[in-house]
Nanobody, 124 residues
């Protein structure tokens, strides 16, 4: 079984940065794409970023494009989300997700495994 564990969330002031990490453990598959989603109170879960197995393909949601960067280190079974120029509207629980296979996807239903979520709060 595969477990995903996020870390790096916290409370920051607007304009500052955070880096989230997602570590996969257990019986990992030979290839898997990864993604990040977020959910604020009263809102649907929103796509943030995705990355293919090789890292050659990356997708970003419109609200974070140009500010957030997704990357991965397959030797460490870890994906990262670098969040710069944070805004109060970025406040949400951030979830790491894994998809069996090589292709990145922006669709929530396309993922097979989910982390527990980590809270990011941006104050003004």
């Amino acid at each position: 079984q595969v477990q995903l564990v996020e870390s790096g969330g916290g409370l920051v002031q607007a304009g500052n940065s955070l880096r989230l990490s997602c570590a996969a453990s257990g019986r990992t598959f030979s290839s898997y794409a990864m993604g990040w989603f977020r959910q604020a109170p009263g809102e649907e879960r929103e796509f943030v970023a995705a990355i293919s197995w090789t890292g050659d393909t990356k997708y970003y949601g419109d609200s974070v494009k140009g500010r957030f960067t997704i990357s991965r280190d397959n030797a460490k079974n870890t994906v990262y989300l670098q969040m710069n120029s944070l805004k109060p509207e970025d406040t949400a629980v951030y979830y790491c997700a894994g998809r069996i296979g090589t292709r990145a996807t922006m669709t929530l239903g396309g993922y097979d495994y989910w982390g527990q979520g980590t809270q990011v709060t941006v104050s003004s």
